[in-house]
């Protein structure tokens, strides 16, 4: 079933209403640049290593934050060929709390061989497992995250927090041990907007009340 392309000519001209997010002062107009101010967007994307707000990106083009949320509805169904065009090896999507492009997930395979050229860079089975522990329980001491796997994860969870997955979020009121949380780059990695977003698995996972005193046992201070 066809769709009514958006009026990019309505996205691309200057918006006169809503105010602009406050930015640094530009020289010249994004909308008079080759493209205007889309082409000017995509070159911002291009160059981004992680999600960026498009509240952010509002700021650096100097227009306004719902104009570049229309801006970047537009590019993600144009990538996809939703009105005509070839679908693209890349796509825009959002994920944690921004936007960047990646490569399509179709050529998952494809990418897969130029990148990692035969080798490996998997979670081992343990990760993966108590990954799950605090992306579901968080945010949780390793004590804890012990007392569901049956084993002691203190180096599962340094190796985790070095990848960037997982990341300190402060200490138990009550024991002081550190706690931790996932973290953006976690929810990028998983393809996820938000945590809100995983599949409904904690009901599964037993109650941390239960647990109770594991860290004091434990003597966990870090």
Request: aromatic residues 6%.
């Amino acid at each position: 079933m066809s769709q009514t392309p958006p009026d990019l000519d309505a996205l691309t001209a200057p918006d006169a209403d809503g105010p602009v997010v406050e930015a640094d002062e530009l020289a010249f107009d994004v909308d008079d640049l080759p493209g205007g101010a889309l082409a000017a967007l995509e070159a911002v994307l291009m160059v981004a290593d992680e999600p960026i707000p498009a509240v952010r990106l509002a700021s650096v083009l100097a227009l306004p934050t719902d104009r570049v949320e229309g801006l970047l509805e537009a590019l993600a169904a144009e990538y996809r060929g939703e009105h005509g065009g070839r679908p693209r090896g890349f796509e825009l999507r959002q994920a944690g709390a921004g936007w960047r492009i990646y490569s399509a997930s179709a050529f998952a395979e494809v990418v897969g061989r130029f990148v990692l050229e035969g080798q490996t860079a998997r979670l081992t089975q343990a990760a993966l497992e108590t990954l799950a522990v605090i992306a579901y329980r968080q945010p949780v001491t390793r004590g804890q995250v012990s007392g569901v796997r049956g084993v002691n994860v203190d180096g599962v969870v340094r190796t985790l927090a070095s990848r960037g997955l997982v990341a300190e979020a402060g200490s138990d009121p009550s024991t002081g041990a550190v706690l931790y949380e996932t973290t953006g780059y976690f929810l990028e990695r998983m393809g996820l907007a938000s945590l809100d977003e995983l599949p409904p698995l904690a009901p599964y996972l037993p109650d941390f009340d239960a647990l109770e005193g594991v860290d004091m046992a434990n003597r966990e201070t870090r």
